[in-house]
């Protein structure tokens, strides 16, 4: 019950979005949004088809992509596929690569709803994002990887997350709000539908509805209600998707009023229906049929309305044919004088590429040496990252080995020594019964001294181990952790476990107690916070995904320095030695969040 769009291969329910080409004055694209918006299609064409005579090719290219959108929405492939590529064709020749680029993307789009044209689809996106990385350019690179993601949604739900995340991580290099929340949505449909975990894929969606409440934007704000109402439903909390539903039913919209209002009808239903309150589940379904006779009697009167423009429109293409045939045979003449010339042509230009192929020849084994050479670097740069990897492994145990001998130092010999020295001093004591009362002040604050001593050798003992060895585990001593670091009306540290039900290995706990550790010091030291909320979850026994939030300053990534400690870079690479992978999702005074997936 997902309302919004994901592009290429999973579909429920779609708004129109415009490609983000803009027509002069001369043209009122506001009418042709319109038009298509409505389903009134072949009208959008006949309107747009007075301005294929215009000089400006840029004009020229908008026209034919918006004729390729019409003929797209009445499933007409190869009508649609024949002015995407006039239109693309039209931006190369007046240099405008990357117009022509975005046009590549839609031509992948309708690919992508054909089966026999899918891997098609692929190869395109791939050359849009190979495009996007030579330009250099992160808001391109950002939406090339977005689209590669939503391609692999159905086909190979892991590996679509991946590159959600590496598309997030461009856009934030250079931000564009609008690409933002469509991967944010499209990953929580990612997680609700494909991987279901509705509980990641609410955090997305409320990423999104904060945007859209900033925006003051009435219909994304609505279509956010309604993802959201989709992950409890998915989560078996019906009230709760009941809630988001009514608010979203609430809002005053003015696009696509009816369609909304009927699903929102329809989708209310179905939440009752699962509560067993089958009264208000049959009075939500007869809503929602009466919206659809509404909708479906206007878009009777359209297609109506449409059927009588598309027969005008066939008339005048057989016009035009006829006049074309005439025009083709003076064509055929002038072509076959045009063959002479090409032929002697051809000749020379024979010879011309024989010696060309020569000195490319040549040029094509020296670039072989120098990739030869190239490879050698490569290896050598990999030898390097291994072993500093091995040097963060071996710091690590190190430190942990450490922490362990002093502990163990200050509890068997300090520790024994203390309790000895305080049971031979009650001897004492005993002893003595007879002291006058000065002498006894002096003999309870010196045993109270030795109990002060044997606890605080105690307390660090047990600090050392930090609560992960032993019967604790990860998030008892996390818990512990965050209890002690919060200070009262200053800082407040939450900690949220999902699924850990069971111990990890020694070893990953160890290791994730400290990186959580290292990043929660680093959010005392910098980030001026006043909340931080840790979340610890293992899905369905497979992987183990780690976030934590702070309220703080932010801090801009690229500016990050090796420091004391374990350090985010350091972190960074053991993640990466893992097999997992590290995100980092910070704006300048609105605070950080750092993503930490690992496989088990």
Request: contains cysteine.
């Amino acid at each position: 019950m997902i309302l919004k769009k994901i592009k290429f291969t999973y579909l429920l329910f779609t708004y129109f979005i415009s490609s983000g080409f803009v027509f002069s004055q001369s043209t009122s694209y506001q009418k042709v949004d319109s038009l298509l918006a409505e389903g009134r299609n072949y009208s959008a064409i006949k309107y747009l088809t007075q301005f294929k005579s215009t000089k400006d090719k840029s004009e020229l290219a908008k026209v034919y992509n918006y004729i390729a959108k019409a003929y797209s929405n009445e499933n007409q492939n190869g009508k649609s596929f024949e002015f995407y590529t006039k239109s693309k064709n039209i931006y190369l020749a007046a240099g405008q690569k990357e117009q022509a680029m975005e046009v590549t993307l839609e031509i992948a789009y309708l690919f992508s709803t054909q089966k026999h044209n899918f891997e098609n689809a692929k190869d395109l996106i791939k050359e849009y994002i190979a495009f996007a990385k030579e330009m250099g350019k992160d808001d391109l690179i950002a939406k090339g990887y977005e689209s590669w993601a939503s391609l692999l949604i159905d086909d190979n739900p892991e590996e679509s997350k991946k590159y959600f995340k590496k598309a997030l991580e461009h856009n934030r290099k250079s931000f564009n709000e609008i690409t933002y929340s469509t991967i944010n949505n499209n990953l929580g449909v990612l997680y609700t539908e494909k991987l279901s975990q509705p509980d990641s894929a609410l955090y997305f969606y409320n990423k999104n509805l904060d945007v859209s409440i900033k925006k003051d934007d009435a219909e994304e704000v609505c279509t956010n209600y309604i993802n959201i109402a989709g992950a409890y439903y998915y989560k078996g909390e019906y009230k709760k998707a009941i809630e988001f539903l009514n608010k979203a039913n609430q809002i005053d919209i003015k696009k696509y009023r009816a369609k909304t209002k009927s699903l929102i009808q329809k989708f209310l239903s179905f939440n009752y229906e699962a509560l067993g309150d089958y009264e208000k589940a049959l009075d939500h379904i007869y809503e929602y049929k009466t919206l659809q006779d509404t909708i479906n009697a206007e878009l009777q009167d359209i297609k109506v309305s449409e059927l009588q423009i598309l027969y005008e429109t066939k008339e005048k293409e057989l016009e035009n044919k006829a006049l074309k045939n005439q025009n083709s045979l003076l064509e055929s003449k002038r072509k076959i004088n045009l063959l002479i010339l090409f032929v002697l042509v051809g000749l020379l230009i024979s010879i011309i590429v024989i010696a060309l192929l020569t000195i490319k020849n040549a040029k094509k084994k020296q670039k072989i040496a120098e990739q030869e050479k190239l490879l050698e670097k490569q290896k050598l740069a990999t030898t390097l990252k291994e072993h500093e990897l091995q040097s963060i492994d071996l710091m690590l145990e190190s430190q942990e080995s450490e922490r362990i001998k002093l502990a163990n130092e200050l509890h068997d010999n300090l520790g024994s020594m203390l309790a000895t020295l305080k049971l031979n001093f009650q001897n004492l004591k005993r002893q003595k019964e007879g002291l006058i009362v000065e002498e006894n002040k002096l003999y309870e604050k010196t045993d109270n001294l030795i109990e002060e001593a044997y606890q605080k050798v105690r307390d660090m003992a047990h600090f050392k181990n930090s609560g992960i060895i032993g019967n604790e585990g990860l998030v008892p001593a996390v818990k512990k952790m965050a209890d002690k670091m919060s200070v009262l009306n200053l800082l407040e540290m939450n900690v949220i476990p999902f699924g850990l039900k069971e111990r990890l290995d020694n070893k990953l706990e160890i290791s994730l107690f400290r990186m959580i550790q290292e990043l929660c010091t680093n959010i005392i030291k910098h980030a001026k916070a006043s909340e931080v909320n840790i979340y610890l979850t293992q899905h369905n026994g497979t992987d183990i995904n780690l976030i934590i939030e702070d309220n703080g300053v932010g801090f801009d990534p690229k500016e990050i320095k090796s420091s004391d400690g374990m350090g985010l870079k350091n972190i960074e690479k053991k993640v990466e030695q893992m097999g997992g992978t590290f995100s980092i999702d910070t704006i300048k005074d609105k605070g950080t969040t750092i993503i930490i997936d690992i496989p088990l």
